[in-house]
């Protein structure tokens, strides 16, 4: 039997149809495969074809290493709050400055009267070489919690860490982040050390001996609350911000209202009158720090949480106008030769000079600031002896505002 010529062409056409059409879906899957393996897993350079194709039809899947720290945010429930104020660990560092208290009961003799850590947990160099001015070379997403401490003339420490802000910069979307986190905060520290505030952590770790101190023990802290990884932690004292703010001179802030504080703490366990007028006006180191810590507005913590975010854009700016980066680079190593004591971070002193090369690249319009604000907790006030208030985070509301801000 003769078989149609039309039969034929259609059966042609047909094939050709089919195996272009089979060779793009088989493109665009591999495609798809290779980019999900190489964010888990980056090929290594000179790997062989099986080892590719292995890796490609899944008969070798690589595992992805994540920390189980940070899996899954952990957000209190109310019923877990404690009901027995002995149960509450976060002690009043002003009036105990050991930081003793609650579930820590003992300080290693390793935390210094400064942030310099004497555990090897950073590496940065007390006298560095000059610095490449150059951006982050990772283009993905760069978590850093930024932390300062309230540490007063002859304390010994630990210390609460009563700001944290968390620093999202994204290098390939040229955008950032910030995120206030109150201090009041109520969370449960990792490694079943417990619950209480989130400044606390600092203290808890350090009179634990948790691996890498009491930051590392904020960090995790941070990252099994918020439910992302934060990568590194820079932690200062009020010594290290007024000699980089006197590096570069005054900073301008325009704050909306006037401040009126008779009550700011002036260091010895007093207190001072400090006030600061409505609208844009230039502050050096001094009064730039009461401005940055003065809660006497009417949304006290959070407005102060927005002060702060206010001062690092603000230095941010001015570092830029004087030429930025580059133009600071020579001076960098004597800056940080005085303010390195007070100054702890995971960081290496190249690897902060990149950062902040990435951060001046990104547009002030790119960069979002939020602070976690009292529509996404309710307060709560602790059985204890003073009536200690806490914010009670609402999960639902903290994952909504973290799936925006870091998705």
Not at 177 to 187: A, F, G, K
């Amino acid at each position: 039997m003769r078989i149609p010529s039309w039969f034929l062409v259609s059966w042609v056409i047909l094939t050709t149809v089919v195996a272009i059409g089979g060779g793009i879906v088989t493109y665009n899957q591999s495609r798809d495969r290779t980019q999900e393996l190489n964010e888990i897993a980056p090929l290594e350079e000179g790997i062989d074809a099986w080892r590719t194709v292995e890796l490609l039809v899944g008969w070798d899947e690589p595992e992805l290493r994540v920390d189980t720290d940070i899996a899954t945010p952990v957000i209190l429930q109310p019923q877990q709050l404690p009901t027995d104020p002995r149960a509450e660990p976060t002690p009043d560092v002003t009036s105990n400055p050991s930081g003793v208290g609650g579930q820590a009961t003992t300080a290693p003799t390793s935390e210094a009267t400064t942030p310099t850590p004497t555990d090897g947990s950073s590496d940065i160099e007390n006298t560095p070489t000059a610095p490449v001015v150059a951006p982050r070379s990772d283009p993905r997403r760069v978590n850093i919690l930024l932390m300062g401490i309230d540490q007063r003339e002859g304390e010994a420490g630990p210390f609460r860490t009563d700001t944290m802000i968390v620093l999202s910069l994204h290098p390939a979307a040229n955008s950032g982040v910030m995120l206030s986190i109150p201090r009041d905060i109520w969370v449960a520290y990792p490694s079943g050390l417990g619950e209480g505030k989130i400044n606390n952590a600092n203290v808890i770790g350090t009179n634990n001996q948790y691996p890498g101190g009491g930051p590392e023990l904020a960090k995790r802290t941070v990252q099994s609350f918020l439910g992302i990884p934060i990568h590194y932690y820079i932690l200062v004292n009020f010594d290290a911000f007024l000699t980089i703010v006197d590096a570069i001179g005054p900073i301008e802030v325009c704050p909306p209202q006037p401040i009126d504080d008779p009550d700011y703490p002036d260091g010895s366990y007093g207190y001072k009158h400090v006030t600061f007028p409505a609208g844009c006006q230039d502050l050096e180191g001094e009064r730039l720090l009461e401005y940055s810590r003065t809660r006497a507005t009417e949304g006290g913590d959070l407005d102060r949480a927005e002060r702060q975010q206010e001062v690092i854009v603000s230095i941010r700016n001015k570092a830029v106008s004087l030429g930025g980066v580059s133009s600071l680079a020579d001076e960098a190593a004597a800056i940080w030769e005085s303010v390195y004591q007070n100054i702890r971070t995971d960081l290496s002193f190249q690897e902060l000079i990149e950062l902040a090369f990435t951060a001046q690249q990104i547009p002030l319009d790119n960069i979002r600031q939020e602070t976690i604000g009292y529509d996404r907790v309710y307060i709560r006030t602790l059985p204890d002896a003073d009536s200690t208030e806490i914010l009670v985070p609402i999960p639902s509301d903290i994952a909504a505002l973290v799936a925006e801000l870091f998705q």
